[in-house]
Structure formats: structure tokens, C-alpha cells
């Protein structure tokens, strides 16, 4: 390693060292306080309040307080820890995002500083969890564990979290930046990676007889009110240039992303700008003067056991040795998976709209200890995996996951339904996309049709796409119309939007439907599918062949409002007539 690469990790060191985090928090705690004196306006703290993870939300005088978790990973003491802040500061419940994130709402300014030491004890962290910055880097749920992945990419998901936190040329940024790691290109994508700023897939290519490691590049994805899919920067970037790589493209970003209008400062309209080529040229001068490391992240996975044992109890055994239980095989269908490691499995968490108690924090933190587990992996679509499982301890393991309300049935399938807060919390919500996430989860479960099971249904209370429903099979977004001289909650549906081996298929947007017959609506569009499909067409087959002026005629007498009842204007999860409410944003602060 050459002395600059040195000088380059050794810098990042001293900005992760625990006296560099209490100086961030005092000084943070500082502004908080000039806050509340009235030496700084609210404006001014504002942009600094976001690189710290704190963000407004809709009742006045609280916060959101966003916590990175870097690639999803989660040990039992930080578990325990999370539950600790949602006890003392927030309302005893986190809520797990699509950025596998965790956020605690309603918490109060002046105890943010405290919160935050409890996280830093814990090797966990809200800088620039918000804002103009580098979001939190996301990774495949089972990276490490996945039949169909290329390598492990937890370590360098980490490495480039880790090197890119607290960045100094990198926290004021045009705008957000996202980054995820994909292990394959198999359908499903699990990180996503087609929708990101930067989104790295995992690849092996033979270079004289020796296997070598090392990444395709896409830039310039991402949702919100203009869905791009990313392009493609290289298709094999080598593993020691990726840092350097992402370094480049980020000092490209800083100086030609737009600083004068925030609804255009993201990469894709750079991309639209410039086009790929000259992208590409862009990248590669400034890839030439890059001071980052040339790393390999060779390190082992941090949630992969450091003694495993060899040649468990395969799972066929284990099956015949189990005494049937309804329940439970309705569980394990979905919930539990094979990793590729023989006699080792993965137990899926089906969490409602992605919320989290902190009883089942707590409770969590102890069955991973007492299974010798070393941790848990929050996934993009809000549920919490556990790999690294003997399938002989299985069956315990679903019994204690029982105890704490855990076991769910149902995971990845069509009632485990994706959600962002909304309005609820959120100041640009239109709608409460949360509690309609947590209705559709109860509603649907009953369907067993595989076909229908495997669809994917995702909600955002806004058009900013928080809950990624431009690429959900059936996706909504909030909106509100008049009916007379009132204001409903609506949503816009769409149908067909998807990220699998073949790229991003964005949701076509069919029409706007009332808030509350949303679950029949819901059943009428898979009864029209089940009846009018054909033989082996599946439901994005179906969708793609089917015409908008179809599917409107046979929801239209679900949706019309012909004779309006009191139900249509209380949205679900409110008691109270519907009215817009919308504050001021903080997505382009």
C-alpha cells in the first residue's frame, strides 16, 4: 500500500475516533442550544440539523432521528440499544426503512444529544443519515449466505460506508447520494441496485486461469418524481479500484450537479446532461488524481460466525424429524430459506410496514444469544433476516420468535406490504401510507394462489417514493382530490414495476383511487388477473399485455364515488376529517 493510501486510512480513523464523535455531538448539541437562545434561526441550524440525522417531522417541537445501520448489519448490543432509545426518547417502537435505516420519531431536540452518545457507545451513528450528503449504504440482506451471489459483498459495503462517513469534501454535496451492493443480477435484485446514484453488482471474471473479483458499475438511478434506471459506468470494475472509483464519481458530482435548483441537483440529471460517455471521461480524470486507498476489503463478514460448524443437520432430516404443525409449515414456506452453506438456513422477519418494538428489540438481541447468532440484517423491503441458522434449531428458534409476536407467516410475499411513515409523521405526506401498509398486511394473507404470493405491493404517502412504488407489482402514492367541496385521500395506483436480471421496469400509473375501498380494489384487480390470465402468464406478463382502459373499467365501480359516505373522507388510521396538511419539506433541504 502506498504512503498516501496510508495517510488516507489513517485519516479515516481519527474522524471515527470516539473523541472526534463527542466533539461532533457537542458541537451539536451547542447549536441546539443557540437554537432554543435565539442566536440562530431555525434556517440557519436547519442544513446542519440534517447532516446530523435529525429531521423535522410535522408536530411541532419533535424530531426524526434517522440511524444509519451501514449494509443492514445489526449485532445484539446495539439491538439493545435501539430499544433504549425508543423507550427513553421516542414512543417505545423504531421504524425500519427502505434504506435500512431505523428511525425513532417524536423525539425532542434536547435529548438528541444524549441519544446520540448511547448510538456512538454502540458503534452506530445519525451523521448524515439526512441531507446533502452520502445516505446510508445499503447491501443485499443476504450477502454472504445467497446461492446465486458472485462473492460476500458485506465487507465492502462496510469499507465504503466507513470510508465515506464524515468525509469532509463530501458533506455538502448538490444532494442526496445513494449507494447500494448487489451479490447477483438474479430476479429480485435485493439491494435494488438499478435505482441508486451508485449501485455496485457483484462479479467474477477469469483472468489466466485465476478467478478475479470486482464490480459492475450504474449510475445515475433513482425514483421520486423522475424514475431513471441507472447506466451502466463498466461492466467489470476491479475490487481494488473501488473506492478510488467511487471517489471519482463523486467529485464529478459535487462539481457539475446542480446547485441552484434541488428538484434537478441529482446524479440522473447529470447523467441526462452529459450523457454516459462523457460521464465516463469525467470519471476516469478524476479517477487519475484520487487520494483513496486501493483497498481489496478482505476482512470476514461481520455477521458470518467465526466457527462454524461443519456439516450441520441438512434440512431434509430435519423435516422428517419435525411433527407436522400447520402453523408452522405455513411459516417456514416463506420465511425460511437454504443458504448456500449446507445444513445453515435464513429466517426472514415479517415486520408490518417496518415497525419494531422495543420489546421485540430486546427480545431479538436475546434469541441471537442464546443461538450463539451474531447478528440480524435489516432488508429494503423493512423485514430483518437472520442467516447463519442450524436448521436442527429451527423449529426453537420459530417458538421464541413467537413468544415476542416475530412470527409472522407471510414474508416476501404479497402481504408483506412496504410503507414509508406518510403523514403520519412526515411533513410532505399526503396521506398515512403506514397504517394502509399495516391494513394490506392482515388483508391479504389468505391468498395461496403462488402466482398471487409472490407479488410485491409498496406504498409512499407522497410522490417522493420512500415506500419504492414505482417498482412494486402494485404500488401507491398519496394524493387528495375534491368530492363536492371536501378533500378525500386518494392514491395513485400503478402496476407492473419491478427490478430483476432484465433491469427496471417502472410502475405504469392507471388511475387514482379513494383511500379506503383500496383493499377491495385490491381483490377485484387479482380476481381479473386470476380469470382472465392465461396459462402459466404471470401477473407483470399479464399487466404488460393487459390495456389501462381494461383495468379501469373492471375497478372503476370500486373506485367511483357515486354517493360519498362519511368513511371516504377519514383516512385509514385517523378518527378526524381528511385536510391536507403539508409543512415544509426537508427531501431537498
Request: net charge neutral; proline share 5%.
Amino acid at each position: 500500500m502506498s504512503a498516501t493510501a496510508v495517510t488516507a486510512l489513517t485519516e479515516v480513523e481519527e474522524r471515527h475516533s470516539r473523541e472526534a464523535i463527542e466533539a461532533e455531538i457537542v458541537r451539536f448539541e451547542e447549536r441546539a442550544q443557540q437554537l432554543q437562545n435565539g442566536a440562530i434561526t431555525a434556517e440557519q441550524f436547519r442544513p446542519f440539523r440534517l447532516k446530523h440525522g435529525t429531521y423535522g417531522q410535522r408536530q411541532p417541537g419533535f424530531q426524526m432521528l434517522r440511524v444509519k445501520i451501514a449494509a443492514g448489519v445489526l449485532k445484539p448490543a446495539q439491538l439493545r440499544v435501539l430499544a433504549d432509545i425508543a423507550d427513553e426518547y421516542s414512543t417505545g417502537r423504531g421504524h425500519l426503512t427502505t434504506r435500512e435505516n431505523v428511525q425513532f420519531h417524536f423525539v425532542k431536540l434536547e435529548n438528541v444529544g444524549s441519544a446520540m452518545r448511547l448510538l456512538a457507545d454502540a458503534g452506530l451513528t445519525t451523521r448524515e443519515a439526512c441531507g446533502n450528503t452520502v445516505r446510508n449504504v445499503t447491501a443485499c440482506p443476504v450477502a454472504g449466505i445467497c446461492p446465486g451471489e458472485a462473492f460476500d459483498v458485506t465487507p465492502y459495503a462496510l469499507g465504503v460506508s466507513r470510508y465515506l462517513l464524515r468525509h469532509p469534501d463530501f458533506h455538502d454535496l448538490p444532494r442526496k447520494f445513494k449507494i447500494a451492493f448487489s451479490g447477483c443480477e438474479n430476479d429480485g435484485d435485493c439491494a435494488v441496485a438499478g435505482i441508486h446514484d451508485v449501485g455496485l453488482i457483484a462479479q467474477v471474471r477469469g483472468n489466466n486461469g485465476t478467478a478475479r473479483r470486482g464490480f459492475k458499475v450504474l449510475v445515475g438511478g433513482g425514483l421520486g418524481s423522475l424514475p431513471t434506471e441507472a447506466a451502466v459506468l463498466t461492466d467489470f470494475l476491479p475490487e481494488e479500484e473501488l473506492l478510488p472509483t467511487i471517489e471519482a464519481i463523486l467529485r464529478v458530482f459535487t462539481e457539475t450537479g446542480n446547485r441552484k435548483n434541488k428538484l434537478l441537483a441529482r446524479l440522473k440529471y447529470v447523467l441526462r446532461a452529459k450523457g454516459i460517455e462523457e460521464f465516463r471521461r469525467l470519471v476516469a480524470e478524476k479517477r487519475k488524481v484520487s487520494q483513496a486507498p486501493a483497498e481489496t476489503f478482505t476482512m470476514p463478514s461481520p455477521i458470518r460466525p467465526s466457527l462454524v460448524t461443519i456439516a450441520p443437520t441438512p434440512l431434509s432430516s430435519v423435516t422428517a424429524e419435525t411433527p407436522s404443525d400447520p402453523e408452522y409449515d405455513r411459516w417456514a414456506e416463506h420465511n425460511l430459506m437454504s443458504q448456500r452453506q449446507t445444513g445453515y438456513g435464513a429466517v426472514w422477519i415479517k415486520l408490518p410496514a417496518g415497525t419494531l418494538h422495543s420489546n421485540q428489540m430486546r427480545g431479538l438481541a436475546d434469541v441471537l444469544e442464546k443461538n450463539e447468532l451474531s447478528g440480524v440484517r435489516i432488508a429494503v423491503n423493512q423485514d430483518l433476516v437472520i442467516p447463519w441458522l442450524p436448521f436442527d434449531r429451527v423449529r426453537a428458534i420459530y417458538d421464541e420468535l413467537g413468544a415476542l409476536d416475530l412470527a409472522t407467516p407471510g414474508a416476501r410475499t404479497i402481504s408483506d406490504v412496504t410503507g414509508c411513515p406518510g403523514a403520519t409523521t412526515c411533513n410532505l405526506g399526503i396521506t398515512r401510507s403506514l397504517t394502509l401498509a399495516d391494513v394490506l398486511s392482515r388483508e391479504l394473507d389468505s391468498y395461496t394462489d403462488p402466482e398471487i404470493q409472490k407479488l410485491r405491493i409498496k406504498i409512499s404517502g407522497c410522490p417522493n417514493s420512500c415506500g419504492h412504488h414505482h417498482i412494486a407489482d402494485i404500488g401507491f402514492y398519496g394524493n387528495v382530490r375534491k368530492v363536492g367541496e371536501r378533500q378525500a385521500p386518494y392514491y395513485q395506483l400503478l402496476l407492473g414495476g419491478r427490478v430483476n436480471a432484465d433491469g427496471v421496469r417502472f410502475g405504469r400509473q392507471i388511475m387514482s383511487v379513494p383511500a379506503r375501498p383500496i383493499p377491495g380494489i385490491i381483490r377485484e384487480l387479482l380476481a381479473f388477473y386470476q380469470a382472465d390470465r392465461q396459462a402459466g402468464e404471470t401477473f407483470s406478463a399479464w399487466v404488460s399485455r393487459t390495456p389501462d382502459s381494461a383495468i379501469k373499467a373492471r375497478l372503476l365501480p370500486l373506485a367511483e364515488v357515486t354517493s360519498a359516505t362519511e368513511d371516504l373522507f377519514v383516512d385509514w388510521g385517523d378518527t378526524e376529517t381528511y385536510s391536507l396538511k403539508l409543512g415544509r419539506g426537508e427531501c431537498v433541504a
